[in-house]
């Protein structure tokens, strides 16, 4: 009887060694690794890639077409601006965005002689009510680090950063902190 009872302690010790062991072998593979930046290369094959799908054929038609160019022309006005987040000086021409426009809160703007939409986020922000005592034709400085085209607007976007109007910040963007 008590070698009964010994060999069924020693099975029960060696089941849960193996049962722990397994446990820590499974987390170990958890853990993913940080996966490197691509390579110029790289993305060039994915961009490629990309060009190859349904998606990415629509969007070439779009660009070669008459809307698309007009707003690849005006991205490209104020391109260096966006890219040293410099001072644009626009003009407020309309209170509300494009009929079906999905980009949250917006106005419509003219910079250079071209009309954009000025885009802030969702409208649930509470940072956007001085932006709402902005009137047409009112004359506001703008600096942003964003500019996306796509073809369901015929403006290109620009993304609000920092608005000033007549001297007084209406709005600056505040990254979050520590996280994404």
């Known amino acids: 009887m008590k070698k009964f009872i010994y060999t069924l302690i020693a099975l029960m010790v060696v089941i849960s060694g193996l049962v722990y062991a397994n446990r820590d072998i499974k987390s170990d593979t958890s ?16 961009r490629k890639q990309w060009e190859a799908t349904p ?3 629509m969007f070439k038609k779009w ?3 008459p809307s698309g160019i007009k707003v ?5 006005k104020i391109s260096k601006s966006i890219r ?8 407020v021409t309309s209170l509300s965005l494009p009929p079906g426009s999905r980009l949250g809160f917006g106005v419509m703007i003219n910079i250079k002689g071209e009309d954009y939409i000025l885009a802030f ?5 509470h940072d956007f009510e001085q932006l ?32 000033e109007r007549d001297g007084n910040v209406l709005y600056k963007f505040i990254p979050h902190n520590g996280g994404c």
């Open 55 to 57: 998606a990415g054929i």
């Open 63 to 65: 660009e070669a077409s």
């Open 31 to 46: 853990i993913k690794p940080i996966p490197k930046p691509l390579t110029a290369a790289e993305r060039i094959d994915g």
């Open 121 to 125: 986020g969702l409208e649930s922000n």
């Open 84 to 91: 040293n987040y410099s001072d644009m000086e626009g003009v």
């Open 72 to 76: 690849h022309n005006g991205a490209v």
């Open 132 to 163: 709402r005592s902005l009137k047409v034709n009112d004359k506001i400085i703008i600096r942003s680090r964003s500019l996306t085209k796509a073809p369901k607007y015929a403006y290109p976007i620009v993304t609000g950063h920092y608005i």
